[in-house]
């Protein structure tokens, strides 16, 4: 198999540096993964890239650019160099997300409703989703 300079490693760091989010996606906030397939010829060129499962929004572009912009070293077999099929997930996650914070109050109630039995309280609670520093 055709190897990407420095690896799996090197392949996916590039991937997450060159990444542009789509505009389409980030208004709609669409998240998930776009499963790329393409051919490496001879010379390490990618070639023929088609995605295989998309999300659309512009991702599916996005990805092909991405995969479009990879240089391989050539892969061979038995010293001749050969063309290679190949697969690859593109991971598009939404800036911030994963960095739920979920924040909650206890206020004393004001005014209060008809006596309860004894030994029940009552408490109100707020819950607020959104960035740590909102």
Do not use: W
Not at 23 to 50: C, F, M, P, W
Not at 73 to 96: C, D, E, Q, W, Y
Request: proline share 6%.
């Amino acid at each position: 198999m055709p190897q990407y300079p420095g690896g799996n490693e090197a392949l996916r760091k590039f991937i997450e540096g060159e990444l542009r989010y789509p505009e389409k996606a980030l208004e709609s906030r669409i998240e998930g993964q776009v499963h790329v397939a393409y051919t490496v010829s001879n010379e390490g060129k990618v070639e023929d890239i088609e995605v295989v499962n998309g999300l659309g929004y512009g991702c599916d572009e996005e990805a092909i650019r991405l995969i479009s912009l990879l240089k391989y070293a050539p892969a061979s077999n038995h010293g001749m160099k050969v063309r290679s099929s190949m697969r690859t997930r593109i991971s598009f996650r939404l800036p911030g997300s994963g960095n739920l914070a979920i924040q909650y109050t206890v206020t004393p109630e004001k005014a209060k409703p008809a006596p309860k039995e004894t030994g029940q309280q009552s408490y109100g609670y707020t819950i607020s989703f959104g960035d740590e520093n909102s």
